[in-house]
RNA sequence: GCCGAUGUAGCUCAGUUGGUCAGAGCAGCUGAUUUGUAAUCAGCAGGUCGGGGGUUCGAAUCCCUCCAUCGGCUCCA
């Protein structure tokens, strides 16, 4: 007797071996139609494979992750496939599922290149393949037996990635003539893939090692349906309407020009205001949290680099040294803010009494990223942090390190950033030799992390490696329109520069003693702050911080006086407000600023000069009705308030 | 930096196989209109077709090269 226990704890029985996809025929056949995968006890499985008895199984749909993983790793299967038909000779590395479709990397024979053109091509190649309902078969084979199929084969790539696992025995998943070094698991059949997109083309390191060959990686998307291609289709044309490149040229909030240089971005007035408008809201938070505003130059001696290990480890890709006419000076320009901060702490003697010390200031600093790297305002040569530097005793270090994470929340909120991820960065430690500092050191600040983010309940993922050459450290990334994760906030703990600039305080025992610096930025960058913030809003940005709140459409000349009143009386409650006073229609005005996201427009003509009222429309709201002016700039203040109460500090 | 693609007026885009192919809409300017809740009409002006080199009788169109941008990879103090 088989016994199979499902997800709600009710049990069915079975006189002989049965397959997931039984069970779920069993339930319905629906259900059997839809599903993809199966969990059991924990292991993600082929629906043919027998379910041994007593396990606990879940059945997962399209819907699951499971079962779309399932779904796009068979497709990327099919993929190589048909890459294997229309490319004699290619050879295949891996070919995962992703968050959303698969890609598979493969190494073309000599002079073969794929470009979007070949896209319709593999479609169809793909599609033909899929129709022939290849089942997904399984199979096991000792480790040898598979050395020796590829090394007959010719792909060396799966050569090594056999030599490279440590299990004895490894699977194989063939469908109709592709066979595949493989952990599953797959569909039943290749026949479930209706729907087909190839999406793009690139190169991509075999195993991420840029010193090894570059293999081309075709992206694609599957779905069950067509009709879900050509949603996602939509969604992505969506997806491209937000993108702060297109919304940041529209709304006249940035530029680039290749006279001034790749990478280095330039606020137009609109841009400007909104990032000032961020800045001063920080910066008022800050006070309240006992950080005080410093200024430093924007270059400094190289020394003070040395001094740091900056140089040594970004040095050669930097921005080369500035040199001046006197004999071995040598300038960089900043492509950090805490060296120069570090000098300031050192300006005068501290007591224990004193600290923390807390240091803000937005530096612009430089850094010469990679050519390839350069993205829109998300990733520049030139960008302002909204830097600070605590300088506290080991005592205060987990309390300081709380309190910067208030004040990421405190604008997470604010900006109603809902689907952040939280990471904690800790060092690799099998390769200790990356990182700077003593063990002693290391341990100590990534306990202080772990523990503040366990005493604040924050929900994150740890990952080994990833810390600063300095420090642990945790940060905050959000995802962009396209789905792309992008680190935003970033605290960061460092023993290392204080000991590097020999910084002191006297403690109560009259001693010289070494404080602990947290490097924070809770925006990380203005830049791609706003770049971020921008794909989030579609550029319709809250009340408080949009450079333009209010414009006045008189709907003649006639009613430009008064169009002008209105004006001044709104300027005196400090209500951001335009008049447009073109000669042109309503209606064309109405349509233009709306395009242009102002949340509020007022039409005024002679109903409204006579009652000394204002006709409210909202922005994507159509016609809120009539208003005395009083009655509209309270209900603009009210909503700036609203939305300003997180401002406010417990 | 690497792989692939793209680059035509301020913006969005047309320009079939090299031969009146330098175009359109929006924006701009001028004029008419004096407008009531998402585009009033007319006229004008705008470009060495990313830069440079080459092939050709002739290049926006073909080739080379550089630059920039886009999608990835690697990197990200």
């Not at 006070?287 to 505003?293: C, I, L, N, T, V």
């Not at 945790?474 to 290392?496: E, H, P, S």
Request: negative net charge.
């Amino acid at each position: 007797m088989i016994k199979i226990i499902f997800p709600d704890n009710s049990i069915r029985e079975y006189n002989e071996a049965v397959s997931g996809y039984e069970i779920a025929k069993d339930i319905s056949p629906r259900l059997a139609k839809e599903v993809l995968s199966i969990t059991v006890n924990d292991e993600v499985r082929d629906l043919q494979r027998s379910v041994e008895s007593g396990a606990k199984i879940k059945l997962h749909k399209w819907d699951d992750s499971e079962g779309k993983q399932a779904f796009w790793h068979s497709s990327a299967h099919l993929m190589a496939e048909a890459l294997e038909a229309l490319y004699p000779g290619i050879k295949l590395g891996i070919g995962p599922s992703i968050e959303n479709g698969f890609y598979y990397d493969v190494d073309l024979p000599e002079g073969e290149v794929i470009t979007d053109a070949d896209f319709p091509k593999i479609e169809s190649k793909m599609k033909e393949l899929a129709q022939q309902k290849s089942e997904y078969m399984r199979s096991e084979i000792s480790r040898q037996e598979a050395l020796n199929f590829y090394t007959k084969k010719g792909d060396e790539y799966k050569v090594e990635l056999i030599n490279d696992l440590e299990d004895g025995t490894i699977t194989l998943y063939k469908h109709g003539n592709f066979t595949d070094l493989c952990k599953g698991p797959h569909l039943p059949d290749t026949g479930y893939i209706k729907a087909i997109k190839i999406l793009s083309v690139a190169g991509a390191y075999w195993r991420g090692d840029e010193k090894r060959k570059q293999l081309t990686r075709v992206y694609g998307i599957t779905f069950p349906k067509q009709k879900m291609l050509e949603e996602y289709l939509v969604l992505l044309e969506e997806a491209k309407k937000r993108d702060h490149r297109k919304i940041g040229k529209e709304l006249e909030l940035f530029t680039f020009s290749q006279r001034v240089g790749q990478g280095l971005p330039m606020w137009l007035p609109k841009g400007a205001e909104l990032r000032e408008r961020l800045e001063n809201f920080l910066k008022k938070i800050q006070k309240r949290y006992g950080y005080q505003q410093v200024i430093s130059p924007h270059i400094g001696l190289k020394e003070l680099w040395v001094t740091s290990g900056h140089y040594e480890k970004y040095g050669k890709d930097s921005f080369q040294p500035i040199n001046t006419p006197a004999d071995g000076e040598e300038f960089l320009l900043k492509p950090m803010n805490c060296p120069h901060h570090c000098e300031i702490y050192k300006h005068k003697p501290h007591s224990y009494k004193d600290l923390p010390v807390r240091y803000a200031e937005f530096g612009t600093v430089y850094r010469y990223e990679q050519s390839g790297e350069l993205h829109g305002l998300t990733r520049v040569r030139g960008f302002t942090q909204d830097d600070a530097h605590i300088f506290c005793r080991p005592d205060q270090l987990k309390d300081e390190f709380k309190k910067v994470m208030d004040i990421v929340f405190i604008i997470f909120n604010a900006l109603d950033f809902k689907n952040f991820t939280a990471q904690v960065s800790l060092r690799d430690p099998n390769d200790k030799v990356k990182y700077i500092g003593s063990d002693e050191n290391w341990e100590k600040s990534e306990a202080a992390i772990l523990e503040a983010v366990k005493e604040k309940d924050l929900n994150c993922v740890i990952e080994y490696g990833e810390a600063a050459f300095y420090g642990p450290k945790l940060d905050f990334m959000v995802k962009d329109a396209l789905g792309r994760q992008w680190q935003l906030g970033t605290i960061q703990v460092d023993y290392n520069l204080p000991e590097r600039f020999e910084l002191e305080y006297t403690g109560a025992d009259n001693q010289k003693h070494r404080p602990v610096m947290i490097h924070r930025a809770p925006f990380g960058s203005m830049e791609r702050f706003v770049a971020v913030l921008i794909e989030h809003t579609a550029g319709k940005f809250p009340l408080w911080l949009t450079p333009d709140q209010v414009v006045v459409l008189p709907v003649s000349e006639k009613f430009n006086d008064y169009a002008e009143k209105v004006l001044n009386f709104l300027n005196n409650y400090d209500i951001r407000t335009l008049i447009d006073d073109r000669n042109e229609k309503v209606g064309k005005k109405i349509r233009d600023n709306e395009m242009k996201k102002i949340p509020y427009l007022l039409i005024v003509g002679e109903k409204e000069f006579d009652n000394e009222t204002v006709s409210v429309r909202k922005q994507g709201d159509g016609d809120k009705g009539i208003m005395k002016l009083e009655e509209f700039a309270e209900l603009i203040n009210k909503e700036v308030k609203t939305q300003t109460e997180s401002y406010k500090i417990n």
